[in-house]
């Protein structure tokens, strides 16, 4: 009763849970145009996921999983649909979502069969996979209410059906070891728990094989997507945008949300986005202003582009960025191979190169 | 339906106006006056004949008396101390008054003056403690509290008897204690004239500006070449004479020398002085509010009396007042700023329909292009802010900066410049008269000229002040663009009169029609607004039949057209409506059609957001202004159009990396100058089919 009354109180007062605060870039987040600098490896406009097997990079570049050959990319699979998600498993099999609704394990990456095909129960939004302990796959749901591409009415519809799903190859069947997350979006396995990238909570939870869910790495001034294991122990974390006040607000005003939803198109609402600044259409926040032709970076992000270097606790080290007036933004993938740092920008569509010994050097890790 | 009430409450409801008074300095004192006034109902009604003459003019005897060393605490208490030895000195001095006449038997005005001499040496003491000496000022005088008092009890015990024994009988000292004019107490008439002179003193005299200065920052007021130590000695002194000026007519009231003369007095003058709104804090303070502190507290007490409440509970009553006042007081002067701008900016409805098209391959005379990619640029990095640029018959540019300054960049290739004229206020529109001299509008400074020698003059910066409004809108905030009429007259916008230039965006956030169209006529040297209530009105124009204004108005994405003269003077017509981007300023073009200078375009969220105050209000409330959603001004555009209405071209560039922003166009031989307010770059477009000849204001005044 009283939780309730500060609750409405706070709401009109714009105080506790309705305060709007988003955490600086500090600490391991401190920012730096790393990732805006880094070398360009192929533009692919439907550039969704990488993988490595160590030596050889793949990625999922629209309805093919393609192979980096040197500087040209060689198709090894192709498929009927746009693939969202997918990785190579330690048997030399191969995990592929395609458009969300269902996962196909391939006993190897190249070849012409079908696989094993999964999609139960009410696979929506699978949007990333892993293979985890004992020959399972593990696949984030990231909701249930909105199919993949159209994540960001999930979160202005305030989505809360993401969820964790293990799939067990030998025998067929999808175990949902958790439900009810804000937005899945990446998985990795963390000793027994699984590390799971919860978006709308701005968060890193790791999971239990009994469902518990335990934060990791809270309070986070961006969105955060895909892990995957860096070589030295620890993981690479992206992000996929960057959280703003004007957002934090939006969400809170349910009249505005509901009418820009309905009478807006979606690529104009107010909501953070993979590019920005294509359209004057675009909402402008005060700090956007262009003064004596410059924007500044520290503007509040419509899309920011990050990669976060992760301890093997699954706490921050440092991070690499692409700042409001860069261009290399929506970073939904990373991987390391050979020491360096591959990233896929879905904003622009760009698979990048970072050399982890430039990194290090330049941030002094 | 709930559109149409929103709209509806936007209209009618004047809630931009409690920000507006909250912001005056007069509530400081209205809360106070609104007190006395329910304390004096609530009392005439409980108590028979409160209001009676008879009563009043006993009130006012006491009122007078206390009101005396209110006045003085007053004094002490804006300077930023406190003086607690008013009720000792006060018992002093009404010894010293009976003491000089009934034992020295001294002439009356000899008595007066050495009252006053005794009431400034007892508060000189304090001030040679608390000014020169530097001690805090709580502790000096409750010290000299008392001491004051013990010499008082001292003295009594000698002399009580012997004043008490002799029965002065002069007409001149009862006409002090208890005389009146024209039914008006003695004490009253004095009091009425010290206060006229306070008031004066405090708010026209350099020493009473000197207090307040002391008051509201000892440390600034030092760094500004004030005696602070002299001045706060003063204070003491005025303090302790103003004391012994009450006791002067209290002497002569009621002639007694009794041991509980002046105990608990200080409690209640600190009382009336922080009740009238004077903040313990220093700095803030008047004669009003003295009066009004000293009024209600007279009210409250013999209220009080009357209606038969023990000593003891009027006293404790007294100090629950002083507690409850005090507590006011701080939260107020802490939270006032706070409360003032959270409720200031008052968003109001503002709705637009769907704009016309601008994508490319939708049509329409909006459709995008790239003809302004490769205008080429002058001054790069040279100039900051050339929100408006004008051409001479010489070819010469003019542009305006940031740092005050009009720049003059000279012809032929523009690249050597100089400051043609330091105003000190950012430059805006800009026109030419009939003899060459360059009129400017500069934001928060007004109208200026510039004679062709530069010299540098104010041709106005003051209208006549609208009967209605609450803020003073003679000043002008934020003229913005002009043009000038065949016979001189001057018409310029004035965008906002609620906000300072450099807060346009909470203007647009607010989006409600807080804009005017002034006319200054240098032939008669007056100043008169024309149009009131426009949204932001921006660029003018004079049209073609020289009896109308074009006049763009930003936030309502509309031209319209105002008839100064001629039969249809005084009517005003929609010329283009529902743009899709922000209209800036107008010039004429050399084909005798109009530029209009885009200066950013329209987004379907802020379009949205303009038709939910309620949520622009959250906002303004809850995020920092660079995190607000702002009119996207980075991108813009210049059109051409006609009289009728008619869109006749549009050049656009897509990028915006060569010249982000166009707030101001001006047609020159052939030519396309672009000014943008946030630029560091003039842009030069070469126009298609243009007069080569044209120079804007030489065809104006029939040089051409």
């Not at chain 2, 001499?117 to 530097?134: D, K, P």
Request: aromatic fraction near 8%; hydrophobic fraction near 45%; glycine fraction near 10%.
């Amino acid at each position: 009763m009283i939780a309730a009354l500060r609750r409405a109180v706070d709401g009109l007062l714009g105080r506790g849970e309705s305060s709007i605060t988003v955490p600086p870039f500090d600490g391991a987040l401190q920012p730096n145009q790393l990732l805006e600098h880094a070398e360009l490896v192929a533009e692919l406009p439907d550039g969704e996921d990488i993988a490595t097997d160590g030596a050889q990079i793949y990625v999922a570049d629209g309805a093919a999983i393609r192979r980096l050959d040197g500087a040209t990319l060689i198709d090894v699979r192709r498929f009927d649909r746009m693939i969202t998600a997918f990785c190579l498993l330690p048997n030399g099999g191969l995990a592929v979502a395609l458009e969300g609704a269902e996962v196909r394990v391939f006993a190897s990456i190249e070849g012409a069969d079908d696989g094993k095909s999964f999609t139960g129960p009410s696979m929506t939004a699978v949007n990333a996979l892993a293979a985890g302990s004992s020959g399972a796959v593990l696949a984030t749901d990231g909701s249930q209410a909105e199919p993949y591409a159209r994540w960001a009415h999930d979160l202005m519809n305030r989505g809360a059906s993401g969820r964790l799903l293990s799939l067990d190859v030998e025998n067929g069947g999808v175990n949902v070891v958790a439900s009810g997350l804000r937005y899945a979006f990446g998985a990795i396995p963390f000793d027994d728990e699984v590390l799971v990238s919860e978006s709308w909570r701005h968060r890193i939870v790791a999971i239990a094989p009994s469902g518990f869910v335990r934060p990791v790495f809270t309070d986070l001034p961006v969105y955060p997507s895909r892990i995957s294991k860096a070589a030295g122990g620890g993981y690479w974390l992206t992000c996929f945008t960057g959280r703003t006040q004007l957002v934090e607000f939006v969400l809170r005003e349910n009249a505005y949300r509901k009418r820009m939803m309905a009478e807006i198109a979606p690529e104009h609402w107010i909501v953070p986005r993979l590019r920005s600044g294509k359209s004057f259409k675009e909402p402008m926040q005060g700090a956007h202003l262009k003064t004596m032709g410059v924007v500044k970076p520290w503007a509040p992000p419509r899309s920011y582009g990050l990669v976060i270097r992760l301890s093997e606790a699954g706490l921050p080290q440092y991070s690499v960025h692409s700042r409001v007036d860069g261009e290399n933004h929506g970073i939904v993938a990373a991987v390391e191979a050979d020491d360096n740092l591959y990233v896929m920008a879905k904003g622009p569509g760009r698979l990048l190169r970072l050399p982890l010994a430039k990194v290090r050097e330049e941030l002094g890790q | 339906m709930q559109e149409a009430i929103v709209r509806f409450k936007s209209r009618f409801w004047p809630d931009h106006l409690l920000g507006e008074i909250l912001s005056k300095r007069w509530t400081e004192t209205a809360i106070p006056v609104i007190v006395l006034l329910i304390v004096g109902f609530a009392l005439s009604r409980s108590i028979d004949g409160f209001l009676s003459p008879v009563a009043l003019a006993d009130q006012a005897r006491q009122a007078g008396e206390i009101g005396f060393i209110v006045l003085g605490l007053s004094l002490v208490v804006i300077v930023g101390g406190i003086d607690l030895s008013v009720g000792s000195m006060f018992a002093l001095c009404d010894f010293c008054a009976l003491f000089c006449l009934n034992i020295l038997g001294l002439p009356i005005p000899i008595v007066i003056i050495a009252t006053i001499a005794c009431g400034a040496l007892l508060g000189a003491v304090n001030g040679l403690l608390i000014g020169y000496m530097r001690l805090r000022a709580f502790i000096t005088t409750l010290i000299t509290l008392i001491i004051y008092r013990s010499a008082y009890d001292l003295l009594l015990v000698d002399y009580s008897n012997r004043i008490a024994a002799s029965f002065p009988d002069f007409p001149a000292w009862n006409f002090i204690g208890g005389g009146d004019v024209l039914g008006v107490p003695s004490v009253a008439v004095a009091y009425i004239v010290v206060a006229i002179f306070g008031h004066l003193f405090l708010t026209r005299l350099r020493p009473g500006w000197h207090i307040t200065a002391i008051g509201g920052s000892r440390r600034s007021a030092y760094n500004s070449g004030i005696a602070v130590r002299r001045t706060i000695a003063l204070c003491y002194v005025a303090s302790g004479a103003l004391t012994a000026i009450g006791a002067l007519f209290f002497a002569a009231r009621l002639g007694t020398v009794g041991g509980d003369v002046g105990i608990g007095l200080e409690v209640t003058v600190l009382t009336a002085v922080v009740l009238g709104g004077i903040s313990l804090g220093g700095g803030k303070g008047s004669v009003a509010k003295a009066l009004v502190g000293t009024l209600i507290v007279l009210l409250v007490t013999n209220g009080l009396t009357t209606l038969s409440v023990r000593g003891g509970f009027q006293r404790m009553t007294l100090a629950a007042i002083l507690l409850v006042a005090a507590i006011i007081d701080i939260r107020w002067l802490k939270n006032r700023m706070r409360i003032i701008s959270k409720v200031y900016v008052t968003p109001a409805y503002n709705f637009l329909p769907p704009p016309p098209p601008t994508e490319i391959g939708a049509g329409g005379p909006f459709e995008q292009n790239d003809k302004l990619r490769d205008v080429s640029l002058i001054g790069l990095g040279r100039i900051e802010a050339p929100e408006d640029v004008i051409l001479d018959r010489h070819d010469n540019l003019y542009a305006g900066s940031r740092h005050g300054d009009i720049i003059r960049f000279f012809a032929p290739d523009y690249e050597k410049m100089e400051v043609f004229a330091h105003i000190g206020g950012q430059p805006l529109g800009m026109a030419f008269d009939k003899h060459d001299n360059l009129y400017c509008c500069i934001g928060g400074m007004g109208l200026y000229r510039i004679s062709p020698d530069r010299k540098v003059e104010k041709a106005t910066d003051e209208t006549n002040r609208s009967l209605l409004s609450v803020n003073d809108d003679s000043r002008l905030r934020l003229a913005d663009d002009l043009d000038i009429a065949p016979d001189g007259r001057i018409f310029f916008s004035e965008a906002t009169t609620r906000y300072e230039m450099h807060e346009w965006p909470v203007e647009g956030h607010e989006a409600r029609g807080n804009g005017r169209i002034v006319c200054y006529d240098p032939n008669k040297g007056t100043t008169r607004t024309v149009l009131r209530g426009l949204k932001f009105p921006n660029g003018i124009c004079v049209a073609s039949d020289g009896q109308s204004i074009l006049f763009a108005e930003t936030f309502r994405c509309s031209v319209s057209r105002y008839w100064f003269d001629g039969p249809k003077a005084g009517k005003v017509e929609m010329v283009l409506d529902n743009l899709p981007g922000y209209p800036d300023n107008i010039n004429l073009a050399s084909d005798g059609n109009y530029w209009l200078a885009i200066v950013g375009m329209r987004c379907p969220a802020l379009d949205l957001a303009w038709r939910m105050p309620g949520f622009r209000n959250r906002m303004a409330k809850r995020l920092p202004l660079d995190e607000w959603l702002f009119p996207n001004i980075n991108t813009g555009c210049v059109v051409k159009f006609n009289e009728k209405g008619e869109i006749l071209e549009s050049f656009w560039d897509l990028h915006g990396a060569n010249h982000p922003m166009i707030t101001s166009m001006r047609e020159h031989r052939g030519h396309l100058y672009l000014g943008g307010i946030a630029n560091n770059r003039i842009g030069r477009y070469k126009l298609a089919n243009a007069d080569p000849d044209f120079v804007q204001y030489d065809k104006r005044w029939g040089r051409a």
